[in-house]
């Protein structure tokens, strides 16, 4: 019966009520502590599409979180985290998350999302060639990205939406 | 000239006559004020008017002037005692505070004086039946259909008397006269559908089988029962009591239309000679057939699956146990568990299902290739195993399979709440509602666990605490969260938050809310009188036979009986110790929170009462004013019900239902036992211990009554007088042997006994009321430290009360011990670590997760 059904991914938006879970999975998945402004600006209406919970077999094990930014009328995606729980891993579930919110940000109109980056500890090979087969490409190093852990130097890793090659 | 028959001082000249007249035509329109003022401009004139007074006080009543409305239809009655109306009006009034048998009476009165009036012979019905006075509500029933036989519901009411009344022929015969009226039936009446059902179980009742089936089919067949499951319900069950081979076709038919109603399973095959609930060696075998071959039927039923797991044993149960358990590990269903437990009492299951589980573990733990095992399936086997070491009371072994499972998985609520079972298991109940708090912290929308987490508060004595929480669910206007809750009739939070008063020492506040709980109770009794009249009419009749039968086992339920064994104790303690009363109205122990929540509590309660003070104004027209309004709470802490008189007369109503609805629970006799004995009620007493005693002969509190019993009456300064004291006396010595010292029976018990901790307990609560020396009864409490002797945590907790109780300067040394004895437990810490247990009990925060880490995003 079940033991051959496929496991099932599903999602969850972010509410005042189940951002105890996200505290915890955040806790657990980063070596990053987050501030309040995080968990407020994860709450806001408009991020309401871009930020998820992600269940697997109805257990919360991962998020998904980004943020709006708006440079020069351009309107950026900033993946701010993005984690499932270890024993989640390799099962798709990232993928299938990274999905959901791309095909958000490409149905995505008023305003027209021109983009999706991120930062990736220059350490994680594994993270970034994850993101090169969902079509992202290294645009930068941001020197002394990160303060206290080692390394401190991160990849910014883009995605452009809107047709228009980036310039490395 | 007044009328003919009619008193001199009742009849009015024509003008306040009619006036008289109008005032009752605005008191049905609920025309109240109109209606004050006519009643005074008749008595303007005659004051003495005994049914304007009356008239009068029925509209101050529903105007929410209860005392000065009452008292003006007592004084009406006093000067017309021969009027219907007056009578009518004071039983409206005691019907209004739900005082039916005095109500009763007055509309018995009234009926004197006016033998047809239909509206006071409806209500006299209902009281009738509320008070399960069926003969005379046969009567009445009677005279309402002579005088109405055009009016359905009265051809039914009689059916109904006569049925409460035993009398089901009759029943019959007026239902079948009844059906015999009807013309032109509308098709698909469910009114009429349901009073054909009713029929049918009457002659069902009346073992009429093979005419209620001929009269079943008939009635479906033509359309008039329209309710198709009651059809094929009633159908199989009359079948399988004629054994009928029709019978199997009717169940199967309802197994196909609800295959995971357990009840169709047990019909079926008791129609095949199987009792499913006491399988024998010789069923067995024929029971498995069948449920195998509907699991194979109806691959989307549990039932049949889960029945199969209770018939069978051995390989066979093995062999259908795997692939039940793995199928629910896979899908991840949290009860699995508590599906399961009741296999339990057979110890080759339970061995045989720790197996199967533990295999699956070490499976998924390391699963050969990643594709071929989910990782939740290896979450939920660590669940499942938790719950299944700690139901075995291997408590760190099942926190250490949650600890790897909160690794593996830290987000599941279902892991971090049973921790907090398992921590409260052992002792813990401080860090048990700290771990439940983690839980409900996860979801914040989830009531349940919101529920969970009060209760758990309440459990570790934070009775405020748990307030905070409970506030987050309950209603903001209301007086407090706990004042919400009793509105609402949660007995859970009735009994968590009593049970938590208690054990706290607050006896007023803890006999508060146990006595909310009987209220409850009494509330539920109340509600039934609207369906008196509403079933009738309704023609709902097989429910409204069950609603009543119902009410009548009312108070065999576990809270309410919990409730009056545990408030008769407390009243017992009171009546022993009156001091009680005074010395733990202890504001002084309240701690800062608990001041300040009672000051929050006492302003809200405030503005309630403000607030239904200017409803009651405007809600005045409504048809319901006779119910009194809430009262105002004029003893918030309960003090009033410590020092209230007749302590064990309170206790004695509250146990009274017991003696028949809980007639098998020992617990209650002991209770009964022990107030009796106090009125000096001797033959009450020995008759509820020879009842204890027909239970569990040798069980610990009946023993220390034994003792108590003997040594109360013998040393009684008269011996008792006949007709009683034989009796007494002759029960007692079936009890306990006259030949013997109590002492003597006494050590004999604890010998009897030993390895027992609570018989040890008992004999050294015996020993004392003999007046054994302290040390003494000091050395017999020790040997429960004894390592031959099964102590266990509540036993524990009760001996260290009870050294503490008798001043015993080995407290603190018997405390130690089990503070050493109980690792996990924090119960027995000392009591300077209380504050600081307390304080992790409420301190789970997830915003401070990530407190040790040094990068900071923003």
Known sequence: MSSTSTPRVSFASLTPNNLGTVRKLNSVLFPIKYSEKFYADVLLPEAEDFCKLVYYNDVPVGTICCRWETVNGETRLYLMTMGVLAPYRSRGVGSKALQHVLGAAMSHAKPKISAIYLHVQISNEAAKKFYERHGFREVAVHKDYYKKIVPHDAWVLEKRLDGVEASA | ?858
């Open chain 2, 1 to 858: 000239m007044p009328p003919l028959g009619m008193p001199a001082k009742r009849a009015l000249p024509p003008k306040e006559s009619s006036l008289f007249k109008e005032l009752l035509n605005l008191y049905e329109t609920r025309q109240l004020k109109k209606g004050l003022k006519t009643a005074d401009q008749i008595l303007k004139k005659f004051p003495e008017h005994g049914e304007t007074l009356c008239m009068r006080g029925l509209i101050l009543t529903h105007m929410g002037k209860r005392e000065e409305g009452l008292e003006l239809v007592k004084k009406g009655v006093r000067l017309d005692l021969t009027s219907h109306i007056c009578w009518h009006v004071f039983g409206l009034i005691q019907k209004g505070e739900k005082n039916y048998e005095e109500a009763l009476k007055s509309y018995t009165q009234a009926l004197k004086f006016d033998k047809e009036n239909l509206n006071i012979l409806r209500d006299a019905a209902h009281l009738q039946t509320q008070l399960r006075i069926f003969d005379g509500l046969v009567e009445t029933r009677h005279t309402l259909l002579k005088l109405r036989p055009a009016l359905r519901q009265n051809w039914i009411g009689l059916v109904v008397a006569y049925h409460l009344n035993g009398n089901l022929k009759e029943a019959r015969t007026v239902l079948e006269n009844y059906e015999a009226t009807l013309k032109n039936v509308p098709d698909y009446d469910v009114e009429h559908s349901e009073t054909l059902l009713y029929h049918v179980r009457l002659l069902e009742e009346l073992g009429e089988y093979e005419e209620a089936i001929s009269f079943l089919d008939s009635n479906a067949k033509s359309r008039a029962i329209i309710d198709r499951i009651a059809i094929m319900e009633f159908r199989a069950r009359i079948l399988s009591k004629m054994y009928s081979e029709d019978a199997e076709h009717t169940w199967q038919a309802l197994i196909e239309q609800n295959p995971d109603c357990y009840d169709y399973y047990r019909g079926f095959l008791s129609n095949r000679g199987v009792d499913l609930d006491a399988v024998t060696d010789d069923t067995r075998s024929k029971a498995l057939e069948c449920l195998r071959e509907f699991s194979t039927q109806l691959p989307r039923a549990n039932a049949p699956r889960r029945l199969a797991l209770n018939v069978a044993l051995g390989d066979e149960f093995k062999e259908l146990a795997e692939p039940y358990l793995l199928s629910a590990l896979r899908k991840g269903i949290p009860s699995l568990f508590a599906d399961i437990k009741a296999l339990y009492s057979d110890v080759g299951k339970r061995q045989i299902i720790e197996e199967i589980v533990e295999a699956e573990r070490q499976r998924s733990e390391h699963p050969p290739d990643a594709s071929s095992t989910e990782p939740s399936t290896y979450l939920w086997t660590l669940y499942f195993l938790a719950q299944h070491y700690s139901s075995l009371s291997q408590h760190a072994r099942a926190l250490s399979l949650l600890d790897t499972a909160l690794m593996h998985t830290p987000t599941l609520p279902e892991l971090y709440m049973f921790k907090a079972r398992v921590l409260k298991r052992s002792g813990d109940p401080f860090n048990a509602a700290r771990a439940m708090d983690e839980a409900r912290l996860l979801d914040l929308q989830d009531r349940f666990l919101n529920t969970k987490c009060g209760k758990y508060r309440l459990r570790a004595g934070l009775v405020e605490e748990a307030s905070e929480i409970f506030a987050l669910f309950t209603k903001k206007d209301a007086a407090s969260p706990g004042a919400d809750l009793e509105d609402m009739q949660s007995l859970l939070f009735l009994t968590e938050e009593a049970d938590a008063h208690l054990r706290n020492g607050n006896l007023g506040l803890a006999l508060k809310r146990y006595l909310a709980i009987q209220k409850v109770f009494s509330d539920f009794e109340d509600d039934q009188f609207d369906f008196h009249g509403y079933s009738l009419r309704k023609f709902t009749i097989n429910p409204y036979l069950g609603l009543i039968q119902w009410e009548d086992r009312l108070r065999s339920h576990r809270t309410y009986v919990h409730s009056a064994i545990i408030a008769s104790q407390i009243l017992v303690r009171l009546h022993d110790d009156p001091s009680l009363a005074t010395a733990s109205t202890a504001t002084a122990n309240l701690t800062d929170a608990e001041k300040k929540a009672k000051k929050k509590a006492k302003k809200a309660a405030q503005k309630v009462q403000e607030e239904s003070k200017k409803a009651a104004g405007s809600t005045a027209n409504e048809d319901k004013g006779l119910e009194p309004g809430p009262a105002k709470d004029d003893d918030p802490d309960g003090i009033k019900l410590l020092q209230a008189p007749e302590p064990l007369e309170r206790a004695a109503k509250m146990l009274q239902p017991l003696r028949t609805l809980a007639a098998d629970n020992i617990d209650a006799w002991i209770a009964i036992y022990d107030v009796s004995i106090r009125r000096k009620k001797y033959v009450q007493a020995v008759k509820a211990l020879a009842a204890a005693r027909a239970l569990q002969p040798g069980h610990p509190e009946l023993h220390v009554r034994l003792i108590h019993c003997k040594s109360t009456v013998s040393s009684l300064p008269e011996p008792l007088a006949a007709p009683a004291g034989p009796v007494v006396i002759a029960t007692i010595t079936k009890l306990v042997p006259d030949e013997q010292s109590l002492e003597l029976f006494n050590s004999q018990y604890l010998q009897q006994h030993s390895g027992n901790a609570r018989a040890t307990l008992a004999a050294s609560k015996a020993s004392r009321q003999l007046q054994a020396s302290l040390e003494e009864v000091e050395n017999t409490l020790f040997t429960a430290l004894n390592p031959d002797v099964e102590l266990d945590i509540k036993t524990a907790v009760d001996v260290l009360a009870l050294l503490k109780e008798i001043q015993s300067s080995r407290a603190e040394e018997f405390r130690a011990a089990c503070d050493a004895k109980f690792e996990l437990a924090t119960i027995f810490r000392p009591a300077n670590e209380l504050p600081a247990l307390r304080r992790i009990a409420l301190e789970a925060d997830l915003t401070s997760v990530d407190a040790e880490k040094q990068e900071v995003l923003s």
